[in-house]
T-cell receptor, first 110, second 116 residues
Framework: QKEVEQNSGPLSVPEGAIASLNCTYS??????FFWYRQYSGKSPELIMF????GDKEDGRFTAQLNKASQYVSLLIRDSQPSDSATYLC??????????FGTGTRLQVFP | EAGVVQSPRYKIIEKKQPVAFWCNPI?????LYWYLQNLGQGPELLIR????????DSQLPKDRFSAERLKGVDSTLKIQPAELGDSAVYLC??????????????FGAGTRLSVL
């Protein structure tokens, strides 16, 4: 079992729709969770981070964390073609190391 | 404020040749990371520095990879000799130390290495 798992996609959504990206992790001691966006050929860029159970909203982005289910998600409302990228879930566990998933490729079509 | 700066952006070498990558972290960031990212994969940590000290190098293939961070600022990652399987993107990241769970890593643009 991988430490951080994501569906590789592609996830295709129409412009204006809600994109839902999901991530599960195996280390129950994980304390902090991050979503990075990576455009093709570019470096990862931090979108959101979350530490507590529940929802955290920032503009069109909402991160959701459920530690009991070891599940973290990212919702993108009013998706735009410019949101088309790979979204990397990263988890910091007890070793303080940041573990990345393989990423989910999102495609937003007009 | 300048971000994490890496050079070169691209490097093409023949196998068995040496190669070096350079990273300048965000000013004031005392933690520096080198990651390897293969196509279609997430970044994987190679080494982490706290100031000049390598505090986690467990994933660094020490037979051919080496890194240094003299004076606790810039860092260099070296591969000697390079193998075909080393073709990947090498990312540098930095963060402020001592923030615990709020430690956020910022990435440079990366160096794309092609070994022929």
């Amino acid at each position: 079992q991988k430490e951080v798992e994501q569906n590789s996609g592609p996830l295709s959504v129409p412009e204006g729709a809600i994109a839902s990206l999901n991530c599960t992790y195996s280390d129950r001691g994980s304390q902090s969770f991050f979503w990075y966006r990576q455009y093709s050929g570019k470096s990862p860029e931090l979108i959101m981070f979350i530490y507590s159970n529940g929802d955290k909203e920032d503009g069109r982005f909402t991160a959701q964390l459920n530690k009991a289910s070891q599940y973290v998600s990212l919702l993108i409302r009013d998706s735009q073609p410019s949101d088309s990228a790979t979204y990397l879930c990263a988890v910091r566990g007890g070793t303080d190391k940041l573990i990345f998933g393989t990423g989910t490729r999102l495609q937003v079509f007009p | 404020e300048a971000g994490v700066v890496q050079s070169p952006r691209y490097k093409i070498i023949e196998k068995k040749q040496p190669v070096a990558f350079w990273c300048n972290p965000i000013s004031g960031h005392n933690t520096l990371y080198w990651y390897l990212q293969n196509l279609g994969q997430g970044p994987e940590l190679l080494i982490r520095y706290e100031n000049e000290e390598a505090v986690d190098d467990s994933q660094l293939p020490k037979d051919r990879f080496s890194a240094e961070r003299l004076k606790g600022v810039d860092s260099t990652l070296k591969i000697q000799p390079a193998e075909l399987g080393d073709s990947a993107v090498y990312l540098c990241a930095s963060s402020l130390a001592g923030q615990g769970a709020q430690n956020i890593q910022y990435f440079g643009a990366g160096t794309r290495l092609s070994v022929l």
